[in-house]
C-alpha cells in the first residue's frame, strides 16, 4: 500500500509543473491513523451510561410507589392496614410509641422485614432496621422518598 502512495506522489509530482528547485526532495506523505471502531465506543460509552443511570433513577422512583398485594399488606398493631411506604411514612407519625416499639423492637423489625421481602426494598430495609427511635424511622423513610 505504502509503495502505491509513494508511486502515486511521485507521478503527480512528475505531471506537475516544476515550482521548487530541482534540487528539492518530496517529502514522504505523513500516515493517517484510522480511528478504529474501539475509540467510537469509547466515546458513545458516557451517553449510554448516562442513560442508563436515568433509567435505573426511574426505575427506582417508581418502586417506591409499589403496592403490596392484599395479602401481603402490613396489618399495624392497633392501628391501619399499609400497602405502601408512602402509607408506612403517614402511619408511622401518627401511630403511637407503643405501636412503634411493638413493632420496631420486637424479634428485629417488622417495619423493615415489610419493605424488604414485600416491597423488594433492601437498601431502605437495613437502614429501617438500624432505627431506634421514631423520629429517625420517620427521617429515613422521608429521605427515602423524596
Not at 6 to 25: Q, Y
Not at 55 to 82: H, M, R, S, Y
Not at 99 to 110: E, I, L, P, S, T
Not at 113 to 128: F, H, I, R, T
Request: charged share 30%; proline share 4%; glycine share 4%.
Amino acid at each position: 500500500m505504502r509503495d502505491f502512495l509513494n508511486k502515486l506522489v511521485f507521478k503527480k509530482a512528475a505531471e506537475a509543473p516544476v515550482t521548487a528547485p530541482a534540487t528539492a526532495t518530496l517529502a514522504k506523505p505523513k500516515v493517517a491513523y484510522k480511528i478504529t471502531p474501539m475509540a467510537v465506543t469509547a466515546k458513545k460509552a458516557a451517553p449510554a451510561a448516562k442513560k442508563a443511570a436515568k433509567i435505573k433513577t426511574e426505575e427506582k422512583k417508581t418502586a417506591v410507589l409499589v403496592d403490596a398485594q392484599n395479602e401481603q399488606c402490613f396489618w399495624v398493631n392497633n392501628g391501619p392496614i399499609l400497602k405502601n411506604l408512602a402509607e408506612l411514612k403517614q402511619a408511622a407519625e401518627e401511630m403511637t410509641g407503643e405501636q412503634f416499639d411493638y413493632h420496631a423492637r420486637r424479634d428485629g423489625n417488622d417495619f423493615a422485614k415489610w419493605a424488604d421481602e414485600v416491597l423488594g426494598e433492601k437498601a431502605l430495609a437495613k437502614k429501617l432496621s438500624q432505627q431506634k427511635t421514631k423520629l429517625g424511622f420517620i427521617k429515613v423513610l422521608a429521605d427515602y422518598l423524596k
